[in-house]
């Protein structure tokens, strides 16, 4: 297959030949070999596709919010081709088997990989550790996403093992204690501690959806003393701020001068990627007080909207943290660039759209949205996984 007429993000024009899976050549105005399927991109931006350093899919246990494919067709209509999933499920994900299992999965729906973290405590009972002893190769990423591990002893345990074991701690800060009556500091203070570690043992740490100025700040000093930490950002965490939505999160939506602090954190290069935390929930759960809205389906034009038109980063800046940033961050070797020999996982995307997002039209199985009747720009026109068609928009005529 050859995309022919396409942008890159620059705006200049390219075109790129797939073959086998993987990208064969990316440039401008390729030949067309003879015999070879031609799209026609129609002028639209061609960027890598998106990877997300944090997802929520609910498989084993929370099906009735997510399975593996709706999760998966929610995630190629938002442009990814690969997801990194977290194990608050039911059981919690903490052995290889459940990992396996839900990888495998979603391996035979065949819109998107994904892998599965394993929980840092086992069965997040906040001690015990040994699991993490018998990972395989296959399984880095180590999370007690939707809770911290409060005890410090445990959680030094922990990255002295995650070090020495060549695994990626990802970490939700949040302090249990704390967060009832102060979710800033609960954040913060755990902020400030697993970065210590994370420095201490020589560990990498990844700190997943930042939302406070003070968590921003903590994390670019510990980079500049030689910390291996990296971190996310979430669309609403930059969309939102607590004078525009009361909407139930984890973290919660922040303060005004928050947001610009994690804007600045993307435009200095603290932040490496955008992690999404989409987290469906039934409108019953969200009436019971669940955290959490889905997000996969309109990352992409959320930060557009807000980072590129609004704010004025470059396009090549976003695509970066949409794509190379969390392949680094992830590990993965051969996604997130457009090169010879990288797997032609790729989006088409049409900036100049404009268009409303109508929650019940979502892909994702649960419709806690609440950008629901929001006008955004970028729409996601279609996706590549492999060189294979797994998304494509109704408006997209190539
Ligand atoms: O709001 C949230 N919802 N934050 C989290 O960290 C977990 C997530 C969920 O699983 O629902
Ligand atoms: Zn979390």
Avoid at 312 to 340: D, F, N, Q, R, Y
Wanted: glycine fraction near 8%; charge should be negative.
């Amino acid at each position: 297959m050859i995309v022919k007429h396409a942008k890159d993000v620059n705006g200049t024009r390219c075109d790129v030949w797939i073959s086998d899976g993987k990208i064969r050549a990316f440039g401008v105005d390729l030949p067309v070999p003879e015999g070879e399927q031609v799209v026609d991109a129609g002028g639209l931006t061609l960027m890598p596709a998106f990877i997300d350093t944090h997802c929520h899919w609910r498989t084993p246990g929370f099906e009735y919010k997510e399975d593996i494919a709706t999760g998966s067709a929610a995630a190629a209509a938002g442009g990814y081709t690969y997801v990194n999933l977290m194990p608050n499920t039911k059981p919690v994900c903490s052995s290889a088997e459940i990992a396996h299992e839900v990888m495998a999965k979603a391996k035979e729906v065949g819109l998107c990989d994904c892998n599965q973290t394993i929980s840092i405590t086992k069965n997040f009972d906040g001690k015990t550790l040994d699991h993490l002893l018998e990972l395989p190769d296959d399984l880095r990423c180590i999370s007690e996403d939707g809770n911290g591990v409060m005890n410090n002893a445990v959680m030094a345990r922990a990255f002295a093992i995650a070090t020495d074991r060549s695994l990626i701690v990802m970490s939700h800060a949040e302090d249990r204690e704390i967060s009832p009556w102060d979710y800033r500091l609960a954040e913060n203070i755990e902020t400030v501690r697993n970065c210590h570690l994370a420095q201490y043992y020589g560990t990498r740490l990844h700190m997943c959806h930042v939302s406070t100025k003070e968590a921003i700040r903590t994390i670019r000093q510990a980079q500049f003393s030689g910390a291996r930490v990296t971190c996310e950002v979430t669309p609403h965490h930059l969309w939102f701020d607590d004078s525009r939505l009361q909407y139930r999160v984890n973290p919660p939506i922040r303060k005004a001068d928050d947001v610009d602090a994690l804007v600045e954190g993307i435009r200095n290069g603290t932040v490496s990627c955008i992690g999404t935390d989409h987290a469906p929930h039934t409108a019953e759960d969200k009436e019971k007080g669940a955290a959490g809205m889905v997000g996969l389906e309109t990352a992409f034009a959320v930060c557009y909207t807000k980072l590129c038109r609004e704010c004025g980063l470059p396009l090549e800046h976003l695509s970066a943290l949409m794509s190379a940033g969390p392949a680094g961050v992830l590990g993965l070797t051969t996604k997130g660039l457009l090169i010879p020999g990288f797997d032609a996982d790729l989006v088409l995307v049409d900036i100049d759209h404009m268009f409303t997002v109508h929650a019940d039209e979502l892909h994702s199985k649960s419709k806690n949205c609440p950008y629901d009747g929001q006008s955004l720009y970028g729409k996601v026109m279609l996706t590549l996984k492999a060189g294979k068609e797994t998304y494509r928009s109704a408006d997209f005529k190539g």
